[in-house]
């Protein structure tokens, strides 16, 4: 009978007394100091859907070793005091202002220890094993270098969560509100139902391996908020991997419960992520034809505020 390493060292710490309260089926590795999985979730002002998903993850934790990081972007909801409390397993990385979505996953993953990384949102529910079978899908394929799962509604309705890598076209398109006329973008006919190769799935529950991190970076901090995981998934496509959507694991995803309650300064912002992308993917051209459209939506959500800022193109170039 072999002996793995991780049952000597839990026998070494605890004793051999425990185990006679241990689940014969656990996975000793997941007792062990160095984790095979990290999860990151980044935070801002979600306090309870943050405590539905970390319960979610002690409710059905995968069997590896894992650790979960959460960084705080400067909650005022009471939110870091509420994980320290009742998650007190959880590593807390307190911001003293909001950095952002992409800079608060890059500190997560630069603390991570695990070799994999499991990018989460903070308005998700874990319902069942899945983050076990993400783990075992993503640890047989050798090619792949990123993964996703089924997102769904609270009402357990599918949600689009896979698209194609956007054009200018479909910029355009979507932020006129004229998406029905975008269907190879948005996919419309995605089998949610079948494991297959994606160009972009949503960062909503995405699993990338820290050694493809490592080399190329997670999140292009140029993108504080926005199609960050759009660039994301390019660079990992360009650098050799596949992208796959697994079809045999969900979760529950609320949706966007920190972008509804973003400032006119945060929309802004938003709005700005948008243009950097398609300036830096299509040239003047994303000026010419797509600022006048984000103006104009800007200038709606925002009830008139902060519209000239969008038009001064310094941030372009940073």
């Known amino acids: 009978m072999l002996v793995s390493s991780e049952f000597l060292a839990y026998i ?6 425990a185990l006679l309260f241990v689940n014969p089926d656990t996975d000793y590795g997941s007792m062990s100091n160095t984790p095979q999985l990290s999860i990151i979730i980044t935070n801002w002002n979600t306090k309870e859907f943050v405590c539905g998903a970390l319960q979610s993850i002690l409710d059905h934790p995968p069997r590896v070793s894992y650790e979960v ?8 909801d009471g939110s870091p005091a509420m994980i320290a409390q ?46 076990q079978k993400m783990f075992d899908y993503f640890s047989s394929r050798s ?9 769904l509604n609270p009402d357990r309705t599918v949600q689009q969560s896979c698209r194609r890598f956007p054009t200018l076209t479909d910029a355009m398109l979507t932020y006129l509100s004229l998406h029905e006329l975008a269907p190879s973008y948005n996919i419309r006919d995605f089998d949610f139902h079948r494991t297959q190769e994606v160009d972009q799935p949503a960062a909503t529950c995405l699993m990338v391996r820290k050694s493809i991190v490592e ?17 994301l998934c390019q660079r990992i496509r360009d650098a050799g991997w596949k992208i796959m959507y697994f079809a045999e694991a969900e979760i529950i995803h609320h949706g966007s419960r920190s972008t509804n309650r973003a400032t006119p300064a945060v929309r802004l ?7 950097v992308y398609y300036f830096r993917t299509a040239g003047v051209l994303a000026i010419v034809l797509l600022l006048p459209i984000l103006a ?13 800022d969008l038009f001064s193109l310094s941030y372009l170039s940073r």
């Open 12 to 17: 070494s710490k605890h004793g051999l007394l």
């Open 69 to 76: 990081i959460v960084v705080d972007n400067a909650s005022e």
């Open 86 to 131: 009742s998650f007190p397993s959880v590593r807390l990385i307190r911001n003293n202002q909001n950095e952002g979505y992409a800079r608060g996953n890059n500190q997560g993953a630069a603390a991570a220890k695990g070799g994999t990384l499991l990018l989460l949102g903070s308005d998700v529910v874990i319902p069942d094993e899945s983050l």
């Open 143 to 151: 090619d792949v270098g990123a993964v996703s799962c089924r997102l």
């Open 215 to 231: 080399k190329i970076g997670l999140f292009d901090e140029r993108y504080t908020i926005l199609y960050n995981d759009v660039d």
């Open 269 to 275: 912002e938003m709005y700005r992520n948008i243009l």
């Open 296 to 308: 104009i939506r800007l200038a709606i959500v925002n009830r008139g505020r902060n519209v000239l």
